[in-house]
């Protein structure tokens, strides 16, 4: 584009002046602020006519035209306020080096481009050859328009269909002209959809939320030829409302004739975050099963249909009445066919995005109950008190299922309740050898003892550690604060577990009782920063720092989560934990976990440290590249609780990585004095 004036051709009124940043000669007229006011032509550089536009206060406003250089018109329509509004047609010059139809795409034959413009939105082009014909890509002319199809419709070709687009309504015929669908907008976003059977009747109708699902109004009719999805084969159409994708209200069901075989109440929309407070997912405590039966029909009178439906799940399992159950169910649930409703509840049970809400929806709309209640007790937070109720109602509907009783083991392993989930488990293996054999040894490796870890091991003196400035180099008063961090830390995991198991029986696997290590009672965990200066040099193994005299933040963190933690959890927790406090006491020289009176460093205290860095990244090597760089490297592997690391699965690689990377920090902190906790975080995530 130039930015400097030509010389003025001939033809170029006197008034006119060079444009340097549209590259034209300029002629209007302006007001006394500088805008141009009325009509404006602009000529290219060689003098002949480019366009005619109409301003209004400096903005394009009214009817403009576009040439070609020889004269003839290559474009008009108009602007309002600046956007371009209504008809724009293009035209093909027939002389070299005229304005394109179209930047690219124009089908051969093609002598004009009629563009339709909404609120400055392109909302339909057409292309037409010489004799005035609307063509296709290829040149060949449209079908014949179809009766009942509206003039100002395009021929879709690559849905060899009819169409109508405009920003707030789309509308579909068939090439014969049948209607087909129509989708309203609003903001963009689909408002409402409605599809159209042969007869030209609604077939379906359904309005949208912004977000995609459905919301509001709904209506569909079964094609003649198509089955009806209900048992009741009678049923050919359904009226109803949604909100937000769950169906509510009261729903109608009629016949082909339009008479009501059957109505349904399915009340309020559930959202999960109303699951805390919803007394059907309370925990059962001293309710009697009548008491179930009495809230589940209170909760259906208040139009909360799912939750009482959740409630009478409780109620059957509490007093063993399938029959119960099922007469509950048949008054607010249309079923489906025996073999879609079996689809849709392997749907819900085999998803990976199940929610509460998605599960009570399929429930209540016919899919399989026992599928999904066993979904619904599955998709529950870990150890949730309903959960047990819920797959054993699945079983009551369903008891030869024995797939089930995985998801009931699973239940009961996070409750602590290890003789059920072993005889679950027992059930599972008749089914699924392998998924049986997987729990077991979860199972095994999260109901430990709790013995003296390093009585685990067989030290040998190491020649390549001889003179290894390498040992003890905390004061008895330090240990002794680490010791109580950590027995503070496996009482309150004790107390948590035992809030979940709820037995006044002390399994072996219960963390243990561990009082006599704090005299003076608890002590306050910390979480908190810390500045660290280091003193080591390069090459220091604990990350504090890689500079003599340089300093850095660290965050100590000593404090453990257990709300809303199973059992299994809370014990990698607790394991992690005794096992430090184990190599911790034998570090300063007991035979057993004990309050030291002194520190007597073990003579394989810098064999020990080495077994367990070792083992440590070797773990950790294990979840990371699946332990081929360990073995690429020559790095032995070893056996956690039985089983060699590389055979064992990832989630169990993932505990005994942690577990080793506790111990590891303990050891660590108690050899270098830059480390000021094993509850460094740089140490836990390094």
Request: with cysteine; proline share 7%.
């Amino acid at each position: 584009m130039a930015q400097t004036a030509p010389d003025r051709p001939a033809g170029i009124p006197e008034a006119g002046l060079w444009n340097p940043s549209l590259g034209k000669w300029e002629v209007s007229q302006k007001s006394e602020q500088g805008a141009r006011e009325g009509e404006c032509l602009f000529y290219r550089g060689d003098g002949t006519l480019y366009s005619r536009f109409r301003f209004a206060a400096d903005v394009q406003n009214g009817p403009f035209a576009i040439y070609h250089s020889d004269g003839q018109l290559a474009r008009t329509g108009k602007f309002a306020l600046g956007r371009i509004e209504g008809l724009v047609s293009s035209y093909a010059s027939a002389a070299p080096g005229g304005e394109p139809l179209r930047a690219c795409c124009v089908p051969p034959e093609a002598v004009r481009l009629d563009g339709l413009y909404q609120g400055g939105e392109l909302v339909q082009e057409i292309f037409y050859d010489r004799e005035g014909r609307p063509i296709l890509s290829d040149g060949r002319p449209w079908p014949p328009r179809p009766a009942g199809v509206p003039d100002d419709a395009e021929f879709d070709e690559g849905g060899a269909r009819w169409a109508l687009r405009r920003p707030a309504l789309e509308r579909f015929w068939t090439d014969t002209g049948q209607p087909m669908e129509e989708v309203e907008y609003a903001g963009g976003a689909r408002r409402a959809v409605r599809h159209y059977d042969a007869a030209g009747r609604v077939a379906e109708s359904c309005e949208i939320a912004p977000d995609g699902r459905r919301h509001g109004e709904f209506l569909r009719r079964l094609p003649p030829d198509e089955a009806s999805p209900y048992a009741d084969g009678r049923i050919r159409e359904e009226r109803g409302a949604f909100d937000l994708g769950q169906v509510v209200g009261r729903w109608t069901f009629l016949d082909a004739e339009g008479q009501v075989v059957r109505t349904a109440a399915r009340g309020t929309a559930f959202a999960d975050d109303s699951r805390s407070t919803s007394p059907a997912f309370a925990a059962a405590a001293s309710r009697a099963a009548g008491d179930w039966w009495a809230e589940a029909r209170a909760l259906r009178g208040r139009g909360r249909v799912r939750e009482g439906l959740c409630a009478a799940a409780r109620a059957a399992v509490g007093d063993r009445d399938r029959e119960a159950l099922l007469r509950f169910l048949a008054d607010d649930v249309v079923p489906l066919a025996p073999e879609l409703a079996a689809q849709r509840g392997d749907a819900l049970v085999q998803s990976t995005d199940s929610t509460t809400v998605s599960i009570l929806d399929g429930l209540l709309s016919g899919a399989d109950a026992a599928a999904a209640f066993r979904a619904l007790a599955a998709v529950l937070p870990v150890a949730h008190p309903a959960a047990p109720d819920f797959v054993a109602a699945s079983l009551l509907l369903a008891p030869e299922r024995r797939m089930t009783h995985l998801t009931r083991a699973l239940i009961r392993f996070q409750l602590g309740d290890e003789e059920g989930a072993r005889a679950d488990a027992a059930v599972v293996a008749a089914e699924s050898p392998d998924g049986a054999a997987s729990l077991r040894t979860y199972m095994q490796a999260a109901f430990r003892p709790y013995d003296f870890w390093p009585a685990r091991e067989t030290l040998a003196p190491d020649p390549t550690l001889d003179g290894l400035p390498a040992g003890v180099v905390r004061d008895l008063g330090e240990v002794r604060q680490v010791i109580a961090v950590l027995a503070t830390r496996l009482l309150r995991l004790r107390a948590a577990v035992r809030s979940v198991i709820g037995s006044k029986v002390d399994p072996v696997w219960l963390p243990p009782e561990v009082s006599s290590l704090l005299p003076t009672g608890p002590v306050a965990l910390r979480r908190t920063r810390v500045v660290v200066v280091s003193q080591a040099g390069p090459g220091d193994e604990t990350g504090a720092g890689d500079q003599a005299g340089e300093s850095d933040t660290v965050e100590i963190d000593e404090e453990i989560e257990t709300e809303g933690l199973g059992v299994p959890a809370l014990l990698e927790a607790a394991q992690g934990d005794w096992g430090a406090l184990a190599w911790l006491c034998w570090s300063v020289g007991l035979a057993r976990v004990a309050l030291p009176d002194a520190i007597a460093e073990p003579r394989l205290y810098a064999v020990a440290m080495k077994m367990i860095v070792t083992r440590c990244w070797r773990a950790q090597d294990r979840l990371s590249t699946g332990g081929l760089l360990s073995r690429a490297n020559g790095v032995p592997g070893f056996e956690w609780e039985g089983v060699d690391i590389d055979a064992l699965p990832q989630h169990l690689a993932r505990v005994a990585a942690e577990e080793y990377t506790a111990v590891r920090s303990l050891l660590l902190w108690l050899a270098s004095p830059e480390v000021v906790s094993p509850f460094q975080r740089d140490l836990r995530e390094a």
